[in-house]
Nanobody
């Protein structure tokens, strides 16, 4: 069982930057970030593969968010720039060892989840 702990959320203004950190208790093949706004489904944001560091982003964050991972310390980061009010939500770290070595946007493919960290962007 892999444990994931997120940190770094907070209240910021539109246009600001924020970096989220996910600390894993062990290495996993793929790590990702999802987010859930009030009253909405949890959606994929970004993912990164352990083996080749391949990345994937949802279109709405491309060019503004960057996902990286530190394989030595089993950490994944989500750097968020030019934040918008629509980026508000609870951000969850997710990981999988059972879906191969490639990134995936499918929520059900991730068997490990963190508790989430709140990001609020005011206009």
């Amino acid at each position: 069982q892999v444990k994931l702990v997120e940190s770094g959320g907070g209240l910021v203004q539109a246009g600001d930057s924020l970096t989220l950190t996910c600390q894993a208790s062990a290495r996993t093949n793929v790590q990702a970030w999802f987010r859930q706004a009030p009253g909405k489904e949890r959606e994929f944001v970004a993912a990164i593969a352990w083996l080749d560091h391949a990345v994937d982003y949802v279109d709405s964050v491309k060019g503004r968010f960057s996902i990286t991972r530190d394989n030595v310390n089993d950490r994944t980061y989500l750097q968020m720039h030019v934040l918008k009010p629509e980026d508000t939500g609870v951000y969850y770290c997710a990981a999988t060892d059972s879906a191969g070595y490639s990134t995936t946007r499918t929520r059900g493919a991730y068997e490990y989840w963190g508790q989430g960290t709140q990001v609020t962007v005011s206009s």
